[in-house]
């Protein structure tokens, strides 16, 4: 997972009067959302984890899901609130980082004029959706609904106000053409909506190929690029109210399931601060970092195990590359070999449970979670195994090796051992605990949490303090906001899709596809390397899992085994250049131009993609050890 940068800076023409106003209000308004959302995520914390220990004692606390489920809709609206006065939320760079610096910062100030365009837009239907809610009382507390539903209202209007108050730092005349073009567009779209409506559903193609893929090349975040073109769709084409459209953002992103995503994107903060990351480093690189190649399968490994915990490609990325790159440039290897195979062990490890992906797919399609985090270590492994080789060839020519290596002593090993036991426990407490049904993955990331905050407290010593507490707080609110709303903004989408009678099409269409099963996961394979490469994996996986899912079942294909396939699929996009998020997300973390691997990297994804397939065309590779 990604975050890309939406930036309310102009370097050229900005604006003289006002920016020290600006500033000040920045500061204000952080303050009034960041403070409250840090404590959200405690309270989420405690709650959860007070629920576990009373119904470990058999005296359960009947309101305890029940305040975190309204908790948790806050903090997807605060975090999402924070994601955008951090320009924080994902969003396609590419084609607008070819522009020139005036005609970009141009096309920066029209992204943060989508953003506001939308939320101007659905900030009365949020109203009206509050209202609406005050006729609903929660079973167990007894509370108006109004408490939870308050939260998006409230969420819009201060990302909001924060965007305005960013646009005082562009140059007024960027924000009048702006203004004009997106008058110019609702004009143009108000005078033939009623040609529109008899186009059927090819009002589709303009819609959600054409606006959208406007929007999205144009730098707007791909969750509001999905809004606006799911609120232009729905007011040009139907007389469905924007009131819709909030309950299926709230619908989005309500699920049980997503619960686990704030909690595991916090755990894997933790594991960096305490330093546990990078003992596992230090003991993988004690066993193997004397062969050739052996820091490139220590990071292969590293990846593994950390995936293990944390569940976010950029948390696992931001964990391995600080600990190995200095030592992997000592010896040798080249920038653009070592962004390559950090980007590949990203994609390789996309199935390792707890992923944030896999909790995504079983809340929009109902696949077992349990069953997802038992597929998932097997496929894992393999595209490990794949890239070990391919690592171990590509050695030579990075230049690893020219600087020989001693082997570790047998005590240093045990010592390395030693220190990094606790930390090597918990992926494997993790895993387990889902799989065998002990806890919910919700549960089990709120025990993590605990036995990461006791192991650093106690062992690790000195790596997490207090200091460090409130980044890591607003950081997991900022980053679970940016997942959570893309969640939501995504089944809005689906839904106006699905209402078109797209899902209907699109399923006798691939009911005729050549090759039958087989033709059918081809073209999956192929659909979503794209679909991840464009729209990032999470919003592809919203979009098109429900669509997808139940023609697979039709060719007689297994859920887990589509899934597994999916993800993997999604993740080679994912992490593909030039369009691949995550591949920037890695040369930024490793501190290299992406231009070094942009030729490196196609070596390791070919082979990805060869494993894929072996995947692809082996079920049992994924339902195995069902």
Known sequence: MSAAVVSHAVPAGRAQAG????????????????????????????????????????????????????LFLWLAMLGSAIAVQRSSHMRLTFFVSYLPPRAEAWASTLAAGGVAIFLALILHPAWEYLEDQSFVETPALGWSGTIRAAAIPVGCAIALVSVLVGLLRHSWRDVLTVALLFAAIAAGLYLVGPGLKSFGNWNLLIFFIGLLGVAVMAGVPIAFSFCLATVAFLLVTTRTPLLVVVGRIDEGMSSLILLAVPLFVLLGQLVEATGMARVMVAFLASILGHVRGGLSYVMIGAMLLVSGISGSKTADMAAVAPVLFPE????????????????????????????????????????????????????????????????????????????????????????????????LVLPF???????????????????????????????????????????????????????????????????????SGFSHDLAALMAKVPGGAIG??????????????????????????????????????????????????????????????????????????PDAGMRRIWIYLFWLFVGLLLITFVPWISTGFL
Not at 390 to 411: H, P
Not at 562 to 590: E, H, R, T
């Open 19 to 70: 920016p020290g106003l600006a500033d000040r209000v920045e500061t204000v308004l952080r303050r009034l959302v960041e403070i409250p959302a840090a404590a959200v995520v405690v309270a989420e914390v405690v709650i959860l984890f007070a629920g576990i220990v009373a119904r470990t004692f058999h005296r359960p606390i009947i309101w305890s899901d029940e305040l975190a489920s309204i």
């Open 429 to 499: 407490l993790i895993r387990s605990a889902v799989v065998e049904g002990i806890a919910t993955a919700t549960e089990v990331s709120t025990i993590g949490i605990a036995y990461s905050l006791i192991a650093g407290l106690l062992i690790y010593r000195g790596g997490l303090t207090w200091r460090h507490a409130y980044p890591i707080l607003v950081q997991t609110a900022s980053l679970s906001g940016t997942i959570l709303f893309i969640v939501g903004a995504a089944s809005a989408m689906a839904w106006a899709l699905a209402q």
């Open 328 to 423: 992997m440039r000592k010896r040798g290897m080249k920038d653009g070999e070592l962004v390559s195979l950090l980007a590949a062990s990203g994609a390789m490890s996309e199935t390792i449970p707890p992923s944030i992906v896999l909790i995504a797919i079983a809340s929009v399609t109902g696949v077992s979670i349990a069953a997802l985090f038992t597929a998932g270590i097997l496929p894992g492994l393999v595209l490990a195994l794949v890239l070990g080789i391919v690592a171990r060839y590509r050695a030579g020519a990075a230049g690893e090796g020219e600087v020989r290596v001693e082997r570790a002593k047998i005590s240093t090993v045990v010592k390395a051992l030693w220190i990094a036991l606790p930390a």
């Open 520 to 593: 059918f996961l081809l073209i999956t394979v192929m659909a979503f390397i794209v679909l991840g490469s464009v729209l990032e994996g999470i919003p592809a996986i919203v979009l098109f899992g429900p669509l997808l899912f139940p023609i697979a079942k039709q060719f007689g294909i297994h859920e887990v085994h589509y899934s597994m396939v999916v993800i993997l699929a999604m993740g080679l996009g994912l992490f593909a250049p030039p369009f691949g998020l995550c591949y920037y997300a890695a040369c930024i973390i490793g501190n290299v131009p």
